[in-house]
């Protein structure tokens, strides 16, 4: 069974970049059709997805963060990492990776999250 685990530094600073990566066990990020993905839960809030990369490498991203976010893969070590530039305490949230088979033929592969604060 496919494993996701989330990594990231925890406590970021406003105005700057976090970066996430997520490490994937059990399967290959570039097993076709399969799309690997970042969601974000707020306080308070429901999930918002905030983009995916596919099996090909192409990235697809929420219109209401594309200008701050980047998604990009290593397949060497099989992770995928999320950039969230200009964070502010808005952005503190738990954030979670997770697969998806665009055909439908399984369910979703979660992380069990990790929480990123925004403060100074």
């Known amino acids: 069974q496919v494993q996701l685990q989330e990594s990231g530094p925890g406590l970021v600073s406003p105005s700057q970049t976090v970066s996430l990566t997520c490490t994937v066990s059990?399967?290959?990020?570039?097993?076709?059709?399969?799309?690997w993905m970042w969601i974000r839960q707020t306080p308070g809030k429901g999930l918002e997805w905030m983009g995916a990369?596919?099996?090909?490498?192409?990235?697809y991203y929420s219109p209401s963060l594309k200008s701050r976010t980047s998604i990009f893969r290593d397949t060497s070590k099989n992770q995928f990492e999320l950039a969230l530039e200009s964070v502010t305490p808005e952005d503190t949230a738990v954030y979670y990776c997770?697969?998806?088979?665009?055909?439908?033929?399984?369910?979703?592969?979660w992380g069990t999250g990790t929480l990123v604060t925004v403060s100074s």
């Open positions: 997770l697969s998806r088979d665009g055909t439908g033929a399984r369910g979703d592969y």
């Open positions: 059990g399967g290959a990020i570039t097993t076709d059709y399969d799309y």
């Open positions: 990369i596919g099996y090909s490498g192409v990235t």
